[in-house]
């Protein structure tokens, strides 16, 4: 008797488990294979006393309210290989720090020289033709990723190029 009763709730076990119910309502909108491609483009700058070490970038394409707009640097090139940096990033002098800076809003990126250093005593390696590429990461992705590499964004949204202002 005992046997016959584990073999009746084993049937019943294996039923209920292989029984499919219907299905529920869809889910929220998520990924379809497609790929997400973020505006882009690369910008090189003077920084001087006659523009207040700072430039100020239109887009020139829409952005949203929630999207964020991320600046890189291109900090070093060793061996034709380019170092590229997430910016702020800051250069310790004995006369004070300089900091590579921006700001955005939905219209415009503005970069600036930040710091405790008189910009004047700069040598002009530090505040001409300081090459950016700014990358805008769409709202929904914003907090996905990690964004301090330039490359693994570039790979993320699919940016192949960064279009010259």
Known sequence: ?????????????????????????????????????????????????????EFIEPYGFTIYPSDVTLVYI??????????????????EFNEGTLVYNYDFTREDVRFFLDGTINFSLLDSVWTQNQVFRVVIVPADDVGKHIYTDLEAVMNVFNIKEFKKH
């Open 1 to 53: 008797m005992k046997k016959l009763v584990i073999v009746i709730i084993s049937f019943i076990s294996i039923l209920i488990i292989s029984c499919e119910g219907p299905s529920g309502p869809p889910g929220p909108p998520g990924e379809d294979g497609g790929l997400i491609v973020a505006p882009a483009f690369e910008i090189e700058i003077d920084f001087n006393s006659g523009n207040n070490y």
């Open 74 to 91: 291109l900090w070093d090139v060793i061996d034709g290989q380019e170092i590229w940096r997430l910016v702020p990033q800051t250069v």
